[in-house]
């Protein structure tokens, strides 16, 4: 099982890292609190911040494989390794923003969301390796990562587009109270595509 390393994430999926606060008794709380993470397996990880090593430096631009491998715990393709570690506990991507929510002195703070690397994973998953290749290459040769990441998300927008115009003919006037959020003692409607998108679809699921 590989330890974690130093460093960042790769520049395409995570964004430039800002220094923790200097003011030492708040960096001194943060580092001694006590966190806990639950994963797919029910195992619950306690940890300070003094236990997780600066993100890691990764690329999966030449191993999607991997990638889907070591994105979560909950399915069939993991195997449990993780270049990230806690307590000798293999920590899968998908907790990674938790698990580095919270800064200390000398440690890089913050991480980006996972959704570009979450976007490759769902449709590496939706077929075979073979017929994702097929449709991400050009002349017989792999799209580079960032390509594909950009195409994703042009097909993720058009979905969104599709699935916000039915959520209006389907649910007509009753579209502005279903699709709503509170922001303290106001309720707005929902004005983000992906934010509808994903509310259509927990209502489907209703």
Known sequence: MPDACDATLDSSCAESLKAPSS???SVAHVTDEIRHLKLGDGTEVSFVVSDVLD?????????IPRLNA????????WREESVLTIKGCP???VYWPHVYRYGKYGQWQGTKTNSPLQDIVTRYRQ???EDFWKEFSVNGRAMK???????????RSISNDDVVARAHEEYGDAFNSLFSYRKGDEVHAMRN??????????LKKQ
């Open 55 to 63: 993100p890691v430096a990764i690329t999966f631009k030449q191993d």
């Open 145 to 155: 990562f960032t390509r594909i990441v950009d195409k994703l998300r042009r097909q």
């Open 193 to 202: 595509k992906s934010a509808i998108a994903r509310r259509y679809q927990q």
């Open 91 to 93: 920590i899968p991507i």
């Open 70 to 77: 070591m994105w979560d715990d909950t399915s069939p393709y």
């Open 127 to 129: 077929s075979t390796p």
């Open 23 to 25: 003011d030492s008794e």
